[in-house]
């Protein structure tokens, strides 16, 4: 799998909210009887990522405002 990329707070939080979005639309489609497609995710496993990636927003931001390196970073000089 792809290294995951550091992401601002920001942008960590917007990613949420689409993942959020998109769970909310899974599970309304899943309400009237709509299947849903082929491998793709839960409502409950979007909600999930959406969580940890609002975590992980917050965390930073917090960090940020401390002066701390943000959580996640890559390491210079190491695989």
């Not at 940890?52 to 917050?58: C, E, I, L, S, T």
Request: proline content about 4%; cysteine-free.
């Amino acid at each position: 799998m792809a290294q995951s990329k550091k992401r601002s707070p920001s942008g960590l939080l917007s990613e949420a909210a689409k993942k959020t979005g998109r769970a909310v639309k899974v599970a309304a489609g899943r309400v009237v009887g709509k299947k849903p497609k082929a491998g793709s995710k839960s409502a409950g496993g979007l909600l999930t990522e959406a969580a940890k990636k609002a975590g992980r927003g917050v965390s930073d931001a917090a960090r940020k405002a401390v002066g701390k390196r943000p959580s996640r970073v890559k390491k210079s000089g190491t695989k």
